[in-house]
């Protein structure tokens, strides 16, 4: 007699996995929180948001990309909950928007609850330091669409805004400075192009070691996804924010441009970019061109800010004072094309 089990897919560590998960993702919860897991939706209150003059409310959904396949390679699922939640909340972070409440989507040939507990424990903990709820998720173990022991991971976030805080980039004008905030490694893109570069063309291995990271690639490349909503958020409270750009898959040379009105360019002083030793590697490993690199990786910068000029220097002080590395990257001015002449990466 055939059973659901003997297809592939096993109920009971489903079961397991919810067991494992529902003390962390509870800890995540506020009073604004009116379901608990296993609901069929998540309920979240909006009295708290209705008390906002004009409140806008900002969604986002992204996957964490092929850096699954480095987390495999290293068996440590231990990063990748943090890596999606974080980017998520950059992500709304760029509409100048505070996150309220996320859910996630886990998907595999195989359910294995350890790596389960270990994926959404990394989720609730970026969520508690964002003050973000953890209200719902779904866990999926489609046998034969996904290789055995990987994972697929989905977030979708929800955050508020008040309308009038708005960052839209609409106020940006010539002369105004951008202030570029390190990245912790690559973040969440250009996994395909590592990858591609340093262990198929290259030969390395996930588990060598390099003196340059005091631990092994695999390591460097599990650097978790930076969040800076928290340090923003404070910011934009003392000064005017006029635009943020999330510097994810396109890199500075794609993603800086979304946020700036028409007829305006950005003018970077590339040389003030400390360009990271893992991507000085991949260069290398590939022999890939300036511009590729740009286009590809955040090459060290994982936010860009754009601020009056007169406001760059106390916004650079106040971020270096919350412990991120923050440096006038450049300017905005009208006209022309964006400059694309880039520095060799030494």
């Not at 009116?34 to 609901?39: N, Q």
């Not at 973040?187 to 570069?197: E, I």
């Not at 002080?317 to 923050?326: G, M, V």
Request: charged content about 25%.
């Amino acid at each position: 007699m055939a059973s659901y089990k003997d297809a592939g897919v096993d109920i009971d560590a489903g079961n397991e996995s919810v067991e494992r998960i529902k003390n962390v993702v509870k800890e995540t919860h506020n009073a604004q929180v009116l379901t608990g897991l296993g609901s069929f939706g998540g309920a979240f209150s909006l009295a708290k948001v209705a008390k906002m003059k004009n409140p806008i409310l900002v969604s986002t959904i992204d996957g964490v990309g092929t850096k699954l396949k480095v987390a495999s390679k290293m068996e440590n699922w231990k990063t990748i909950g943090h890596d999606i939640v974080n980017h998520c909340s950059n992500d709304i972070l760029a509409l100048g928007a505070k996150p309220l409440f996320f859910l996630d989507y886990l998907a595999s040939d195989k359910i294995l609850p350890k790596n389960v507990q270990n994926i959404v424990t990394g989720m609730a903990k970026a969520c508690k330091e964002i003050d973000c709820a953890l209200i719902g998720g779904e866990t999926a173990e489609m046998p034969g669409v996904y290789e055995k022991k990987e994972h697929d991971v989905v977030g979708c976030m929800v955050g508020v805004v008040e309308k009038a805080n708005l960052v839209d980039g609409s106020k940006i004008k010539s002369g105004d400075a951008m202030i570029g905030l390190a990245a912790d490694g690559l973040h969440t893109n250009g996994y395909s192009l590592a990858r591609h570069v340093l262990f198929e063309q290259s030969h390395l291995s996930p588990k060598d070691y390099f003196k340059e990271f005091n631990g092994t690639l695999g390591d460097e490349l599990l650097k978790v996804h930076r969040s800076y909503s928290k340090v923003i958020i404070s910011l934009m409270g003392k000064i005017k924010v006029k635009g943020i750009s999330h510097i994810t898959g396109g890199g500075l040379v794609e993603n800086v441009p979304r946020i700036l009105p028409k007829g305006l360019k950005a003018e970077y002083n590339y040389p003030s970019i400390k360009v990271p030793y893992i991507f000085k590697l991949i260069q290398s490993s590939g022999n890939i061109d300036e511009k590729e690199m740009y286009r590809a990786f955040n090459m060290g910068v994982g936010l860009v800010i754009v601020v009056s000029k007169k406001d760059a220097e106390k916004t650079i002080e106040f971020l270096n004072k919350n412990n991120e590395k923050a440096w006038l990257l450049g300017d905005i001015s009208e006209n022309g094309k964006e400059s694309l002449d880039l520095p060799e990466i030494a």
